[in-house]
């Protein structure tokens, strides 16, 4: 979906510290969403990035470089809970709104 | 509970059949977007309303799919005639048009034609 490149598979271990990529494609860019999403679950907010560096958020921080079409997740102090799929999403703004255009999301293993 | 909500959570369908789908919104959300999600991929963008204009439509949305937000509030989707390729995960969500207009999404209804 609009160019949007991100690992489809990952796994890290309880405690530790995992950075999952996204690249996308620059044209019409508008904004970075991610997303969790459990298994069999609606897709739940984390962060959104529209200007270049680093928003953090407890134990998840996204980075953003527009320049590169390159954006990442870091969870830190990893938890079992944390297993999941991440949902990068970019935003393509038409009609004033934000229309997300979703990768097809890296699962998460978390291992003890 | 003041989320998105969705129902049915499932519908088992045969196929040729109607399906009608509901989505309430979080209350002062005035956008309101829907999303397909099959096994192993991302959602896909559906249509979109702005209170109860609808602004954009995807071309995924065949001419089987129709969707309405009459009143500016719940909206429903209906997928007519169905067909197997139909089976997905069928997400609303909805956002609030100031600050940075974050989609919030509601738990889904699970599409099954057999």
């Known amino acids: 979906g609009q160019n949007i490149d991100q690992p489809t598979e990952m796994t890290a271990t309880e405690g530790a510290i995992v950075q999952i990529n996204c690249t996308y494609q620059t044209s019409g860019f508008n904004g970075l969403f991610w997303y969790q999403q459990h298994a069999g679950e609606a897709p739940t907010f984390l962060s959104y990035?529209?200007?270049?560096g680093l928003e953090e958020k407890g134990r998840f921080s996204s980075f953003l470089s527009r320049s590169k079409g390159y954006s990442y997740l870091l969870l830190k102090e990893l938890q079992m809970k944390d297993s999941a799929s991440y949902l990068c999403a970019r935003v393509r703004r038409q009609t004033g709104a934000n229309n997300l255009f979703f990768g097809t999301g890296t699962r998460l293993t978390v291992i003890p | 509970d003041t989320g998105v909500s969705q129902n049915p959570r499932h519908k088992i369908t045969k196929r040729g059949q109607n399906v009608t789908f509901r989505c309430d919104p979080i209350?002062?959300?005035?956008?309101l977007y829907w999303y397909r999600q099959t096994l192993g991929q991302g959602p896909e963008f559906l249509t979109y309303f702005q209170n109860e204009a609808q602004l954009e439509k995807s071309r995924l949305l065949s001419d089987r799919f129709s969707a309405e937000r009459p009143k500016g509030s719940f909206s429903t989707l209906e997928i007519q005639r169905t067909e197997q390729g139909d089976s997905a995960m069928y997400l609303c969500?909805?956002?609030?048009?100031?600050?940075?207009?974050?989609?919030?999404f509601g738990p889904g209804t699970r599409l099954t034609v057999l």
């Open positions: 209350s002062e959300h005035n956008r």
């Open positions: 990035n529209v200007l270049d």
């Open positions: 969500a909805s956002s609030a048009e100031l600050g940075t207009d974050t989609q919030y």
